[in-house]
């Protein structure tokens, strides 16, 4: 059996023994004053001793009371300084999760723009492949990819997704204009198993062949994928906004015209109580409006479709 009295007495007799006042402490802690005299009465008959005595209307500690107070009010100062500093610390960090593509290609370039405008937040980037649990991993808002529907949190539409296969111009030169679709199927193509390449030949009208078996270079991540596309070791199929500083520098080129909407798109994420914590409004409003921005500086829709 614990030998520690409730804490909702503790609490009490604590805010009673620091103000001797019980009217002060039922206003501080939203009580009745009815309710402050209960719960000390409570803790006085869970210990077998009187920690106040009551003169008229006042009341003041016993020996026993001034003995145990110190040590109460001490313990109750500590946790109030520890929440107060986590406080502090958690408003102060902005974490951001995110895949390991869309922290190297487009977030990293731009969340300078963000800190800048923001100084008094240190923003930290976590970067993994993983769908994280954003409260285990103290996690303050993610982007995701998919379709909005991640129970327990809210999702902020950011944009549709264009996939497409990029290739360097060398790579097309040494191969030959490539015919269609249906040809670029049996070419050299990274992670071929990508589940982006099923996607995009479905769109395009091309069945797969089961045994078409190749030998193939796979990697794990798109920002390999569209370097090892840039050195000319194959076609690789990439999420095209990503990418639009290399297509426009002629460094990538698309390997067969298409237009394929992906069926995920990118999501603000974050929980429902955490919706108007200021760094996360802040952070969400900002790439809301970075992304309305380029959506706007993209009228085709050839980089960011359209809905």
Request: a neutral charge; aromatic letters at 8%.
């Amino acid at each position: 059996m614990s030998s520690l009295p409730p804490l909702s007495a503790v609490r009490v007799f604590e805010a009673a023994a620091r103000l001797e006042n019980f009217t002060a402490a039922a206003r501080e802690l939203g009580m009745t004053q009815a309710a402050v005299s209960y719960q000390v009465k409570l803790l006085e008959e869970r210990l077998g001793l009187s920690l106040f005595q009551r003169a008229g209307r006042k009341v003041v500690l016993t020996d026993k009371g001034r003995e145990i107070a110190p040590v109460v009010i001490r313990a109750f100062d500590q946790m109030r300084q520890g929440f107060a500093a986590l406080a502090q610390d958690h408003a102060s960090v902005l974490t951001i999760s995110c895949t390991n593509s869309f922290a190297h290609l487009w977030l990293a370039p731009r969340i300078g723009a963000f800190q800048m405008t923001h100084a008094d937040l240190a923003v930290r980037i976590q970067a993994d492949d993983a769908v994280v649990d954003l409260a285990r991993d103290g996690v303050d808002i993610a982007i995701r990819g998919g379709r909005g529907d991640w129970p327990g949190l809210e999702a902020r539409l950011l944009t549709h997704n264009r996939i497409a296969p990029l290739c360097s111009p060398g790579w097309l030169a040494r191969h030959g204009p490539v015919a269609d679709a249906a040809a670029l199927h049996a070419m050299p193509r990274l992670s071929p198993d990508d589940m982006w390449w099923h996607e995009w030949f479905a769109a395009m009208g091309v069945e797969a062949d089961p045994g078409d078996v190749r030998a193939a270079i796979a990697l794990d991540s798109q920002v390999m994928e569209g370097r090892a596309a840039m050195a000319g070791q194959g076609v690789a199929i990439v999420n095209l906004f990503l990418w639009k500083a290399e297509v426009e520098a002629g460094l990538l080129v698309e390997a067969v015209p298409s237009y394929v909407r992906e069926r995920a798109s990118y999501w603000a994420v974050y929980p429902p109580h955490a919706r108007n914590v200021p760094k996360v409004k802040a952070f969400r409003d900002w790439i809301s409006a970075q992304f309305a921005a380029e959506i706007a500086a993209d009228p085709d829709g050839r980089y960011l479709p359209r809905q």
